[in-house]
């Protein structure tokens, strides 16, 4: 008590006037407003891919529903299998609300295995959204495979599958490839998934998978034109964390089922519990929006207001299968949680699978 009533009236009033001060530089929830602004949304892949498409879908959607109604631009700044973006965003961006951040599995997994080239911290940004997705692998008709029913053709055939990056969101098509016993020359260095489907397109490349939304919208239509034919799907998780058939695409075997087929055995060992823990981190949590290190929890609330209030939005829900699949973008604690299972990984994983890359693709990581 003595300590409170010791307080002087200029300390007092100091006080008073640096409260004042905090106040009027972070507007109450409903001052917010972005009304004649412009958000960059930056997505770290060239366009055409997942992430490029779910971004481009939900963006005028969070614009309606965004304090003020702000013009959205999704913005394409590719390289480094992502990291590229990643680090302008962790450097440029600003806290306040004018730069969002698309992230995935492919920024995901050089953070998770400790890539140099990593300068960003996801555990400082706010999330907003995270959106589940999966993943379907499909192949050329020149492979002799008409369906998901041959895979076992593939056995002894030389494929090439076009990667942005033993870290990148490739790193589960490389393990998982590994873990069939497939032939797989990886073509490193490419700036997106998107990129990977037009080097299929243009025959340099006979296998290949895509995120369910570039699945959905540019390569459904190649199966439909007979040059290309899918495998499986990565598959997804139920609620007690069992792999499963993907329910955006129920018809395809799922990895552990195709691998059955190959090898008559269901996946098991330990290069399985490292392939499943990638594709944990990589899969269920796949894809996240972001806000910068220090952004405001009234601009943060703001943004998962606008996603809750689209996800209603009668457009959206009539359209978003057709584009994005099944899969529920989620906001507050779900989006949390996600968060956790695709940022966390076992050292002892990570170290098994950094051991693995330096010693059979040259790639060294950092301690």
Do not use: C
């Not at 939005?313 to 899969?327: N, S």
């Not at 949390?336 to 002892?348: D, N, Q, V, W």
């Amino acid at each position: 008590m003595r300590i409170h009533r010791a307080l002087t009236r200029r300390g007092a009033l100091g006080l008073m006037g640096g409260a004042l001060a905090m106040a009027l530089a972070v507007p109450a929830a409903a001052e917010v407003s972005f009304e004649g602004k412009t958000i960059e949304w930056i997505i770290p892949f060239s366009p055409g891919g997942g992430s490029d498409t779910w971004a481009r879908f939900n963006a005028p959607f969070l614009s309606k529903y965004l304090p003020g109604q702000p013009t959205v631009v999704v913005v394409n700044e590719p390289g480094g299998g992502s990291t590229k973006g990643a680090n302008l965003f962790a450097a440029r961006a600003r806290p306040d609300g004018l730069t969002i951040f698309g992230t995935s599995g492919s920024t995901q997994f050089p953070y998770l295995l400790g890539d140099p080239r990593v300068r960003y911290d996801y555990q400082v940004w706010e999330i907003v959204m995270a959106s589940p997705t999966g993943g379907v692998v499909y192949t050329s008709p020149s492979t002799g495979v008409s369906g998901a029913s041959d895979i076992s053709k593939l056995a002894g055939q030389q494929l090439v599958y076009a990667s942005q990056g033993a870290t990148s969101l490739d790193l589960v098509p490389l393990l998982g490839f590994k873990m069939m016993g497939l032939d797989v020359q990886h073509v490193f260095g490419f700036k997106g998934r998107g990129d990977g489907r037009l080097a299929f397109e243009r025959g340099e490349t006979n296998i290949d998978y895509q995120t369910s939304s570039g699945y959905i919208k540019n390569v459904q239509p190649l199966v439909d034109a007979g040059t290309a034919v899918p495998l499986f799907s990565w598959g997804a998780l139920d609620a007690d964390g069992n792999l499963v058939r993907d329910p955006t695409f129920p018809d395809l075997p799922h990895f552990g089922e195709a691998y059955e087929m190959l090898t008559g055995k269901a996946p098991s060992g330990p290069e399985y519990d490292a392939y499943f823990a990638f594709f944990t981190a990589g899969f269920p949590a796949q894809k996240m929006v972001f806000l910068p290190e220090g952004t405001p929890k009234e601009i943060v609330d703001a943004y998962q207001a606008a996603v809750e209030a689209m996800k209603q939005d009668p457009e959206y829900q009539a359209t978003k299968e057709a584009v994005l699949g099944t899969y529920e973008q989620v906001t507050g604690p779900a989006a949390a949680a996600l968060f956790r299972k695709g940022t966390t990984i076992a050292p002892e994983t990570r170290q098994q699978v950094v051991e693995m890359l330096a010693a059979e693709y040259d790639v060294k990581l950092g301690d």
